[in-house]
């Protein structure tokens, strides 16, 4: 842009040249123009300012654009056109906002959001959200042989679900606290909580893997996951965990376990103005392994506020050649906590080798307050 206003006097200068004058005067007023505003006048007006300097020379020659001989006068006439439109499109194109110029670079998004997540974890934390959890188990054959489907299990649970970080863990995880599976209260549920948070553990994380198996003790299927929680996919855009990672913008917008159930809800559409940034995991030691431990990296994308670096959506994707599983999650304001919270969450998980095909899809709400107090009792606020 400042290229362009150094121009503006040329430009001016060059509608301001009457058509008699001498060619040499008007190439320099249009050499000059053309030099400042470089890259504006090869986007806009490289054809008509090339074609003027093509015009110019060949009507010093006696002939026009097509080579045929012209005379004087005409010469001059055609000139002063290719000049005047020059110049107009020269101070068109200084005048065009360039919205390129103007979005932030993927460097600069990533750090927003890095900072997002990490404000966020805080203020989630002292947040306790009840789930209402669907999740269904079949076989399906797509053989020759045999096609079709069989309902093996169904599971409906109602849970807390609470954002926690253990002393000297390096991130923070959800807790799934279940208190009602499939209509029938969960009878240990106070001495399963002081267990895990007010008893000591022999290490953190040793103490993490508890939560994490509690998290998932209700999960049904014969793929084990400890990773269907909301806000899992987050940790990934923590500062200290993206460099593990390599992000692109993607144009791809659809996804991918939407594909399989129709959104009804509206939960995963978005209609503000977001980058789509695709990340796929390329560091060993994953963030996410197989019960053999063994590396399973992570891909997916993330729907992504530039300005800000909300996150309005996520997609996890980890899979081999043994199982796929895709995580589906949808941010929503809640007004009365002034943030994003995560409204629902959809999971996919196949067995490619045993047919095996498990569903899910959770919601949220009641969101509130929550405490551990010294009296060991882990209290909610309703």
């Given amino acids: 842009m400042a290229s362009c206003i150094a ?11 009457p058509v008699q004058a001498q060619p040499p005067d008007v190439d320099a007023l249009l050499e000059k123009a053309a030099d400042s505003v470089a890259g504006y006048e090869r986007a806009s007006v490289g054809v008509v300012a090339g074609e003027a300097h093509r015009q110019e020379a060949r009507g010093r020659a006696g002939s026009d654009a097509r080579g045929f001989a012209v005379e004087a ?17 020269a101070l068109a194109a200084c005048l065009t906002p360039s919205s390129a110029a103007d979005e932030p670079a993927l460097g600069a998004v990533l750090a927003r959001a890095g900072a997002y997540v990490a404000d966020f974890h805080r203020q989630l934390s002292s947040i306790v959200a009840e789930e209402r959890y669907v999740q269904d188990w079949r ?22 679900l609470v954002l926690v970080k253990p002393d000297a863990a390096p991130d923070w995880l959800q807790f799934r606290d279940v208190f009602d599976v499939d209509g029938i209260p969960v009878r240990d549920r106070s001495e399963r909580l002081t267990r895990l948070f007010l008893e000591p553990s022999r290490s953190a994380e040793s103490q993490i893997s508890r939560i994490r198996e509690e998290s998932a003790r209700y999960n049904v299927g014969d793929i084990e996951r400890n990773l269907n929680t909301p806000v899992f996919a987050l940790k990934f855009l923590m500062p200290a965990n993206q460099p593990r990672f390599r992000f692109k913008r993607t144009n791809d917008r659809a996804t991918a376990a939407i594909g399989e159930t129709p959104d009804r809800t509206g939960a995963f559409r978005i209609s503000t103005e977001v980058w789509v940034i695709q990340f796929e995991e390329v560091r060993r030691q994953t963030m996410i392994h197989t019960r053999n431990n063994k590396d399973l990296p992570a891909k997916g994308r993330f729907w992504i506020e530039p300005a800000t670096g909300r996150v309005l959506m ?57 405490q551990v107090n010294t009296d060991e009792k882990f209290l909610i606020k309703k």
């Fill in 7 to 17: 121009a503006l006097p040329a430009v001016v200068a060059a509608l301001a040249v």
């Fill in 73 to 89: 006068p005409t010469r001059r006439r055609n000139l002063g056109i290719f000049r005047t439109a020059a110049a107009f499109l």
């Fill in 139 to 160: 076989a399906v054959w797509t053989g020759s042989n045999r096609r079709g489907t069989a309902d093996l299990a169904h599971r409906e649970l109602r849970s807390d």
């Fill in 314 to 370: 996520s997609e996890l994707v980890a899979e081999n050649r043994e199982i796929r599983g895709t995580i589906d999650v949808s941010y929503q304001s809640e007004p009365l906590l002034g943030l994003l919270v995560p409204i629902e969450m959809r999971e996919r998980y196949e067995g490619r080798r045993n047919n095996s095909l498990i569903e899910g899809r959770a919601t949220y709400g009641r969101f509130r307050q929550f």
